[in-house]
């Protein structure tokens, strides 16, 4: 029976405007904003490389006379799923421009993230889909993301620890579900956020689950709907990831 996560305590990152669930040195588990500030989404027209796409997320924030701390969620697209010590040397520099940003805290990060690799219309190397970050709102408070989670505890030796690794059968994509929904339910529990809250869920996979409504429905997700991105995990071995969220405003960055 695989274990779920235990997670520690959220802590709160002022200088970003949220407080955020720890996962580690590549992505937080799940972003908050603070009381007197939203979240706001920011999808790209295209795919954007990632320091091209790093530039184009600078640009915007100062546009809009937020610090660069004030980002507090990535969503990725990677050309093919990686070995772990693939995906960590990837997620190594990926980081370096968090760190300049003055957003780690040691090997914290609180940024939260999806990377997944698309089906159709393969990059050739990874790149930001959409981006989120903090802004001022009287009255505001609440607003979230949760980062994809997975059939497997976020914790080192995914392998060792995915439900029913290598299989695909109806029951076993259902036992995953469950296992990815399991998680997700105890992050939205972390951030005292409940189901009818929810803005909307994703689910990434290339499979197609017949037990997903049920499972939305026994955890009150699914009146927010969910979006289906015919997609894998950045992972080798995964099949599943899903994630949530609430924000205030969503933009289409126009180039």
Not at 137 to 154: H, K, N, Q, R, T
Not at 180 to 191: E, F, S, V
Not at 227 to 233: A, D, E, S, T
Request: glycine fraction near 10%; proline fraction near 7%; include cysteine.
């Amino acid at each position: 029976m695989t274990a779920p996560t235990d997670y520690a305590p959220l802590v709160e990152f002022p200088a970003g405007g949220y407080r955020y669930l720890p996962g580690g040195f590549q992505y937080s588990a799940a972003v908050q904003a603070l009381p007197g500030h939203a979240i706001e989404r920011v999808r790209l027209p295209r795919l954007v490389p990632l320091a091209e796409g790093f530039a184009a997320i600078e640009r915007h924030l100062r546009a809009q006379g937020r610090p660069l701390t004030a980002l507090c969620a990535c969503e990725l697209r990677s050309p093919g799923q990686m070995s772990e010590a693939e995906f960590i040397a990837f997620n190594r520099q990926y980081v370096r421009t968090l760190q300049d940003w003055g957003l780690m805290e040691g090997e914290r990060n609180p940024v939260a993230r999806c990377n997944l690799v698309p089906v159709d219309e393969v990059p050739a190397q990874a790149g930001f889909h959409a981006f989120s970050y903090t802004v001022v709102a009287d009255g505001a408070a609440g607003d979230f993301v949760v980062s994809g989670a997975a059939e497997c505890p976020d914790k080192p030796n995914y392998r060792e620890h995915i439900v029913r690794l290598g299989e695909t059968s109806p029951e076993a994509l259902a036992d995953k579900l469950r296992f990815a929904l399991g998680d997700l339910g105890t992050r939205l529990d972390l951030l005292g956020i409940a189901g009818r809250e929810v803005m909307e869920t994703r689910l990434y996979t290339v499979h197609v689950i017949d037990t997903l409504h049920d499972e939305l429905a026994a955890r009150g997700l699914a009146g927010g709907g969910v979006g289906w991105h015919r997609v894998r995990p950045p992972v080798k071995d995964l099949e599943i990831e899903v994630d949530a969220r609430r924000t205030r405003c969503e933009r289409f960055l126009m180039p």
